[in-house]
Protein backbone atom coordinates (compact mmCIF):
# COMPACT_ATOMS: atom_id res chain seq x y z
CA UNK A 1 0.00 0.00 0.00
CA UNK A 2 1.37 3.39 -1.34
CA UNK A 3 2.30 5.36 2.03
CA UNK A 4 3.87 8.83 3.57
CA UNK A 5 5.04 9.75 6.27
CA UNK A 6 6.32 13.19 7.68
CA UNK A 7 8.06 13.65 10.90
CA UNK A 8 8.13 15.40 13.13
CA UNK A 9 4.45 16.25 13.65
CA UNK A 10 5.78 19.70 14.97
CA UNK A 11 8.55 21.84 15.13
CA UNK A 12 9.41 24.78 17.01
CA UNK A 13 12.54 27.04 15.96
CA UNK A 14 13.93 30.24 16.62
CA UNK A 15 14.42 32.61 14.36
CA UNK A 16 17.06 31.87 12.18
CA UNK A 17 17.62 28.41 13.48
CA UNK A 18 18.13 25.89 10.68
CA UNK A 19 16.66 22.52 10.58
CA UNK A 20 14.64 20.15 8.34
CA UNK A 21 11.57 18.15 7.72
CA UNK A 22 11.18 14.19 6.66
CA UNK A 23 9.09 12.85 4.44
CA UNK A 24 9.13 9.15 3.95
CA UNK A 25 7.53 7.39 1.54
CA UNK A 26 6.13 3.57 -0.03
CA UNK A 27 4.93 3.81 -3.45
CA UNK A 28 4.83 1.35 -6.35
CA UNK A 29 6.47 3.50 -8.62
CA UNK A 30 7.27 7.03 -8.04
CA UNK A 31 5.91 9.91 -10.80
CA UNK A 32 6.98 12.44 -8.42
CA UNK A 33 6.75 13.66 -4.83
CA UNK A 34 5.30 17.43 -3.69
CA UNK A 35 5.71 19.58 -1.09
CA UNK A 36 2.80 22.28 -0.45
CA UNK A 37 2.63 24.80 2.31
CA UNK A 38 -0.86 25.28 4.01
CA UNK A 39 -1.44 28.20 6.46
CA UNK A 40 -4.64 28.18 8.75
CA UNK A 41 -7.89 28.56 6.53
CA UNK A 42 -6.10 28.23 3.87
CA UNK A 43 -5.46 25.46 0.78
CA UNK A 44 -2.58 23.99 -0.05
CA UNK A 45 0.59 26.10 -2.01
CA UNK A 46 2.33 24.15 -3.91
CA UNK A 47 6.12 24.52 -3.31
CA UNK A 48 8.02 21.82 -5.42
CA UNK A 49 7.86 18.81 -7.60
CA UNK A 50 10.78 16.31 -7.70
CA UNK A 51 10.98 13.27 -9.91
CA UNK A 52 14.18 11.32 -9.38
CA UNK A 53 16.35 10.32 -6.37
CA UNK A 54 19.40 13.37 -6.32
CA UNK A 55 16.90 15.49 -7.48
CA UNK A 56 16.98 18.84 -5.35
CA UNK A 57 15.05 22.68 -5.89
CA UNK A 58 15.47 25.79 -4.04
CA UNK A 59 13.58 28.60 -3.37
CA UNK A 60 14.12 31.41 -0.78
CA UNK A 61 15.06 29.68 2.19
CA UNK A 62 13.37 26.23 1.17
CA UNK A 63 15.75 23.22 -0.41
CA UNK A 64 13.74 20.42 -1.42
CA UNK A 65 15.78 17.06 -1.71
CA UNK A 66 14.59 13.28 -3.05
CA UNK A 67 16.08 10.22 -2.23
CA UNK A 68 15.02 6.54 -3.17
CA UNK A 69 12.87 6.53 -0.17
CA UNK A 70 12.23 10.00 1.75
CA UNK A 71 12.70 13.75 0.78
CA UNK A 72 13.77 16.40 3.13
CA UNK A 73 12.97 20.28 3.45
CA UNK A 74 15.28 21.74 4.24
CA UNK A 75 15.22 25.49 6.17
CA UNK A 76 17.55 28.04 6.51
CA UNK A 77 17.93 30.77 8.45
CA UNK A 78 13.93 30.62 9.13
CA UNK A 79 11.30 33.59 9.88
CA UNK A 80 8.16 33.86 11.61
CA UNK A 81 6.44 33.87 8.15
CA UNK A 82 7.73 30.59 7.80
CA UNK A 83 4.98 29.28 10.03
CA UNK A 84 2.73 26.65 8.81
CA UNK A 85 1.98 23.47 8.10
CA UNK A 86 3.92 21.35 5.40
CA UNK A 87 2.50 18.27 3.37
CA UNK A 88 4.34 15.92 1.45
CA UNK A 89 2.83 13.98 -1.34
CA UNK A 90 3.40 11.55 -3.77
CA UNK A 91 1.95 10.39 -6.96
CA UNK A 92 2.23 6.78 -7.91
CA UNK A 93 3.65 6.04 -11.06
CA UNK A 94 0.72 2.98 -11.66
CA UNK A 95 -2.59 3.05 -10.62
CA UNK A 96 -5.19 5.87 -10.13
CA UNK A 97 -3.57 8.77 -12.58
CA UNK A 98 -2.95 12.15 -10.79
CA UNK A 99 -4.04 11.13 -7.00
CA UNK A 100 -2.02 12.83 -4.44
CA UNK A 101 -1.29 10.53 -1.31
CA UNK A 102 -0.19 13.11 0.99
CA UNK A 103 1.79 13.13 4.66
CA UNK A 104 -0.48 14.38 7.71
CA UNK A 105 2.24 16.90 7.97
CA UNK A 106 4.85 19.15 9.78
CA UNK A 107 3.41 21.87 11.82
CA UNK A 108 6.03 24.56 12.10
CA UNK A 109 6.09 27.50 14.60
CA UNK A 110 9.14 30.10 14.00
CA UNK A 111 9.24 32.26 16.79
CA UNK A 112 11.35 35.79 16.31
CA UNK B 1 -3.67 34.54 -13.61
CA UNK B 2 -7.25 33.47 -11.41
CA UNK B 3 -7.01 30.82 -8.87
CA UNK B 4 -9.51 27.71 -8.18
CA UNK B 5 -12.27 29.16 -6.49
CA UNK B 6 -14.90 27.98 -4.07
CA UNK B 7 -17.92 28.50 -2.30
CA UNK B 8 -19.22 28.29 0.04
CA UNK B 9 -16.15 28.87 2.86
CA UNK B 10 -17.80 27.89 5.62
CA UNK B 11 -21.35 25.64 6.24
CA UNK B 12 -22.85 24.40 9.10
CA UNK B 13 -25.50 21.96 9.10
CA UNK B 14 -27.30 19.24 11.27
CA UNK B 15 -27.40 15.51 10.82
CA UNK B 16 -29.28 13.73 7.90
CA UNK B 17 -29.30 17.18 6.04
CA UNK B 18 -27.74 17.61 2.64
CA UNK B 19 -25.41 20.20 1.53
CA UNK B 20 -23.15 21.11 -1.73
CA UNK B 21 -20.26 22.91 -2.81
CA UNK B 22 -18.94 24.33 -5.93
CA UNK B 23 -15.84 24.68 -7.85
CA UNK B 24 -14.32 26.72 -10.92
CA UNK B 25 -11.03 25.73 -11.45
CA UNK B 26 -8.06 27.32 -13.23
CA UNK B 27 -9.11 28.28 -16.84
CA UNK B 28 -7.48 25.89 -19.10
CA UNK B 29 -7.05 23.05 -16.56
CA UNK B 30 -8.67 19.80 -17.84
CA UNK B 31 -8.47 17.79 -14.40
CA UNK B 32 -10.16 18.81 -11.40
CA UNK B 33 -10.25 16.95 -8.00
CA UNK B 34 -12.15 16.79 -4.85
CA UNK B 35 -10.31 15.87 -1.86
CA UNK B 36 -11.40 15.73 1.80
CA UNK B 37 -9.60 16.91 4.71
CA UNK B 38 -9.89 15.82 8.51
CA UNK B 39 -8.57 18.16 11.21
CA UNK B 40 -5.07 16.90 11.80
CA UNK B 41 -4.45 14.76 8.68
CA UNK B 42 -3.39 15.44 4.55
CA UNK B 43 -6.00 15.61 2.16
CA UNK B 44 -7.57 12.21 1.02
CA UNK B 45 -9.34 12.40 -2.57
CA UNK B 46 -12.44 12.00 -3.01
CA UNK B 47 -12.89 11.77 -6.77
CA UNK B 48 -10.90 13.15 -10.03
CA UNK B 49 -12.94 14.34 -13.04
CA UNK B 50 -10.92 14.52 -16.65
CA UNK B 51 -12.87 17.12 -18.44
CA UNK B 52 -16.48 16.27 -17.89
CA UNK B 53 -15.60 12.07 -17.12
CA UNK B 54 -14.66 10.71 -13.77
CA UNK B 55 -11.35 9.54 -13.67
CA UNK B 56 -11.28 7.71 -10.68
CA UNK B 57 -14.06 7.84 -7.57
CA UNK B 58 -12.96 4.64 -5.68
CA UNK B 59 -12.74 6.64 -2.11
CA UNK B 60 -16.04 8.48 -2.99
CA UNK B 61 -19.10 6.93 -0.29
CA UNK B 62 -21.11 6.70 -3.24
CA UNK B 63 -24.40 5.99 -0.76
CA UNK B 64 -24.20 9.66 0.24
CA UNK B 65 -22.10 11.88 -1.97
CA UNK B 66 -22.09 12.32 -5.37
CA UNK B 67 -20.17 14.98 -7.63
CA UNK B 68 -20.81 16.19 -11.50
CA UNK B 69 -18.54 18.28 -13.65
CA UNK B 70 -21.13 19.75 -16.44
CA UNK B 71 -19.29 20.51 -19.32
CA UNK B 72 -15.75 20.22 -18.27
CA UNK B 73 -15.61 23.45 -16.30
CA UNK B 74 -17.53 23.69 -13.06
CA UNK B 75 -18.18 21.05 -10.35
CA UNK B 76 -20.48 20.50 -7.98
CA UNK B 77 -20.00 17.82 -4.80
CA UNK B 78 -23.27 16.78 -2.59
CA UNK B 79 -23.57 14.92 0.12
CA UNK B 80 -26.92 13.29 1.07
CA UNK B 81 -27.63 12.45 3.82
CA UNK B 82 -24.86 14.53 5.90
CA UNK B 83 -23.03 12.43 8.54
CA UNK B 84 -21.29 13.70 12.02
CA UNK B 85 -17.83 12.53 10.28
CA UNK B 86 -18.48 14.29 7.39
CA UNK B 87 -16.96 17.34 9.42
CA UNK B 88 -14.01 18.28 7.14
CA UNK B 89 -12.60 21.01 4.97
CA UNK B 90 -13.51 20.30 1.27
CA UNK B 91 -10.96 20.69 -0.96
CA UNK B 92 -11.11 21.70 -5.06
CA UNK B 93 -7.64 21.44 -7.04
CA UNK B 94 -7.65 21.36 -10.60
CA UNK B 95 -4.02 20.35 -13.19
CA UNK B 96 -3.51 20.92 -16.67
CA UNK B 97 -3.28 17.28 -17.18
CA UNK B 98 -3.74 14.12 -15.04
CA UNK B 99 -0.41 13.95 -13.62
CA UNK B 100 0.33 18.03 -13.37
CA UNK B 101 0.84 20.27 -10.58
CA UNK B 102 -1.94 20.11 -8.67
CA UNK B 103 -3.43 23.96 -7.39
CA UNK B 104 -5.92 24.28 -4.58
CA UNK B 105 -8.33 26.32 -4.16
CA UNK B 106 -9.09 28.08 -0.41
CA UNK B 107 -11.49 24.91 0.32
CA UNK B 108 -14.59 25.10 2.14
CA UNK B 109 -15.39 24.42 6.01
CA UNK B 110 -18.48 21.83 6.87
CA UNK B 111 -19.47 21.51 10.18
CA UNK B 112 -22.27 19.18 10.80
CA UNK B 113 -23.70 18.67 14.39
Known amino acids: EDQVTQSPEALRLQEGESSSLNCSYT??????LFWYRQDPGKGPEFLFTLYSAGEEKEKERLKATLTKKESFLHITAPKPEDSATYLCAVQAADGSQGNLIFGKGTKLSVKP | EAGVAQSPRYKIIEKRQSVAFWCNPI?????LYWYQQILGQGPKLLIQ????????DSQLPKDRFSAERLKGVDSTLKIQPAKLEDSAVYLC???????????FGPGTRLLVL
Open chain 1, 27 to 32: VSGLRG
Open chain 2, 27 to 31: SGHAT
Open chain 2, 49 to 56: FQNNGVVD
Open chain 2, 93 to 103: ASSRGQSGTQY
